[in-house]
């Protein structure tokens, strides 16, 4: 397996310090960075693309929340605080693992022995989002959405059974989203080809789509003419 690229971000340097020591044991594990707050961070894991953050959630200025929000694609994340009420919020958001500082040597290579097993199982990783909408956190593996709607200058995910709000326009998920997975069908509406169920064509030419989901979907006339091209659900 390829070494995993690491960030560390905290605000605390002898945090940022402890955890190196860790990972100083790790002949898989390379630190290509680290962050002092949420800002540099953020152009850190934007320009680097890490397997990994450490992240610490209480910063000044914005929060590892925050840092989450902003990134365009959200790397696997381990968080690091000293303070364990976050923990609960953690898991909730699918987050692969919580550790308390001062971080225990046991505790650090039980979150070690996670991560190989989690890279090691699958080497290609679906592109991941980080939505907060209200007190809810959720981290989002994109091959879950089945459906994206335009909400304006906002999106609106449907993942399992969930329906979320995100802080990006139709055209910004577009652009990110796997193409060979994804499809426009009209000016509002992006599907996952892997949950189409049915496809049944209209009286007027255009197609009609029902996903899994239950979801039904109008293609427009010119997006039906490129799905007849490449002949999905064929």
């Known amino acids: 397996m390829k070494k995993l690229k690491v960030i560390l971000i905290d605000d605390e340097r002898l945090a940022r310090e402890e955890m190196k020591r860790h990972l100083g044991s790790c002949e898989d594990v390379e630190i290509v960075a680290e962050a002092a707050n949420a800002d540099e961070a953020f152009m850190l894991i934007e320009r680097l693309e890490p397997d990994i953050i450490f992240l610490d959630i209480v910063m000044p ?39 308390v500082k001062p971080v225990r040597v046991e505790r650090f290579a039980k979150a070690m022995t996670k991560v190989r097993k989690k890279f090691e199982e699958n080497t290609k990783h679906s592109p991941t989002l980080f939505v907060k909408e209200g007190d809810r956190f959720y981290l989002i593996k994109t091959e879950e959405i089945h459906l994206v709607e335009s909400a304006g200058n906002y999106a609106r995910l449907h993942f399992k059974k969930n329906t979320v709000l995100i802080k990006r326009s139709l055209n910004q998920l577009g652009k990110m989203l796997d193409p060979t997975i994804f499809f426009r069908v009209n000016r509002t509406t992006i599907m996952n080809r892997l949950f189409i169920k049915t496809i049944v064509s209209l009286p007027d030419g255009r197609l009609s789509i029902q996903l899994e989901s239950g979801d039904t979907i109008t293609a427009s006339g010119r997006q039906t003419a490129a799905l007849k091209s490449k002949r999905i659900g064929q």
Do not use: C, Q, R, W
């Open 61 to 99: 200025g914005h929060s590892g929340f925050d840092l989450l929000e902003s990134l365009t694609k959200v790397p696997e994340v381990i968080f690091t605080t000293a303070f364990d009420s976050f923990a609960a919020k953690a898991f909730e958001i699918n987050a692969m693992d919580y550790l």
